[in-house]
């Protein structure tokens, strides 16, 4: 089964340094003038910087002023690091010391008011449970939730909804699928619900808020072939729409990933799927109800895996690893309609390693690690991918 490559561990450089987020060597290829607005990014000018060559995990979102990247070193320490607005132009701030130890990741993150608030998985060399990290506005943290022993969260393991509500999703040891209301904080608000059975063996599961509610989303591996299946939540954790299976009986699929466009009341879906022993990507647009719509979509079956997919104003990104481009990647814009339109990212002709997808200001954004920069340093690119 594929590691999830856009918050796993990647080696990028034979000598391993620490992602402390120090160096400052940072360019800005978008200038004021070209941007269309002060604090978006400009369309085919991806914002350009360099951090130390590492092992990195990353995880990123939106801030009150710009972007914020995450990643957890080699030594198990989390940093952090604020790419910021200032006169249209993105430039980099907050760098400083270790977040957290003892961290193991991939991490799992999101916006939270002013602040960020992040899924911290703890434990070396092995994971023995999870901590809510809640951040401000200076990545600086505000709490210190303990870790809840026993309970395992990841990327894709958080949704805000539309009022602020703070959803977070977990696995326990048993394998069965809880989720749980939190503070701003990261403190528990009531017990756990149970999302999905344990006997389904599920893997990779994650949440997303849609309309009054919630939606998740996981690889079901006792189906066979392993199937993608969702179900959805009322505001209050309860299950209001039984599960149900979302990707094709072609192959396993694993990996799913789910975007939600309030605006036509929409889903995307993407995942991993093995069809005569490759890995392509499986695509579904679905309807509030979970009804399959017309488009194109289904039949975009690229070469690749381990996709991300996020919802725009406009539009769906979806970004994977494109086996067809050597450790490069691919991606499309999807309307709710299933037209599809490739896209092409650039960077430097580098590997990319590791990337995270951000909404700010109803503008997806692509953030990815690009080795090859330099022997001691990686590039880290911020790009709209406008199309």
């Not at 914002?47 to 080699?74: E, L, S």
């Not at 069965?176 to 063996?201: M, T, Y």
């Not at 699929?253 to 392509?280: E, H």
């Amino acid at each position: 089964m594929r590691i999830l490559a856009c918050l796993t561990i990647v080696p990028l450089i034979a000598a391993c340094g620490r992602l402390g987020f120090n160096d400052t060597a940072v360019t800005d290829a978008a200038g004021p003038a070209d941007a269309p607005l002060a604090d978006r990014l400009a369309c085919g000018k991806p914002a350009q910087f360099t951090v130390p060559a590492t092992t990195a995990r990353i995880a990123a979102t939106r801030t009150a002023k710009g972007y914020a990247m995450f990643a957890v070193d080699d030594t198990g320490a989390l940093h952090g690091q604020a790419y910021d607005f200032s006169g249209g132009t993105l430039a980099a701030h907050g760098a400083g010391g270790s977040l957290a130890i003892n961290a193991t990741g991939p991490l799992g993150v999101a916006a939270v008011g002013n602040g960020v608030m992040l899924v911290v998985p703890t434990g070396r060399p092995a994971a023995t449970g999870t901590q809510l990290l809640a951040l401000d506005a200076l990545l600086a943290p505000t709490g210190n939730a303990a870790p809840t022993a026993g309970w395992y969260g990841g990327p894709g393991a958080l949704a805000v909804s539309s009022l602020g509500a703070i959803a977070a999703l977990g696995t326990l040891d048993n394998r069965e699928v809880d989720v749980k209301l939190v503070s701003p904080l990261g403190a528990d608000l009531g017990a756990f619900h149970p999302a999905v059975d344990k006997a389904d063996l599920a893997t990779q599961p994650t949440i997303v808020s849609s309309g009054g509610g919630y939606l998740v989303a996981w690889s079901a591996n006792a189906a066979s072939p392993n199937e993608v299946r969702a179900e959805v939540l009322d505001a209050q954790l309860g299950i209001v729409q039984q599960p149900v299976t979302i990707s094709q009986p072609l192959g396993d699929a694993f990996l799913p990933r789910v975007a939600y466009a309030a605006a036509q009341n929409t889903y995307l879906f993407a995942w991993t799927q093995k069809i005569g022993g490759n890995d392509v990507i499986g695509l579904s647009l679905r309807d509030g109800k979970l009804a399959t719509l017309p488009g194109d979509a289904a039949n975009f079956t690229p070469p690749g895996g381990s996709p991300s997919v996020v919802a725009g104003d406009a539009d769906f990104l979806v970004v994977w690893q494109d086996d067809a481009l050597a450790s490069r990647l691919g991606a499309a814009r999807i309307t709710a309609n299933g037209e599809i339109t490739s896209l092409i990212i650039k960077g430097s002709g580098g590997k990319a390693v590791s990337w995270d997808l951000v909404v700010r200001n109803g503008q997806p954004a692509l953030v990815w690690l690009e080795a090859g920069a330099t022997v001691n340093t990686v590039n880290v690119w911020i790009d709209p991918l406008c199309g």
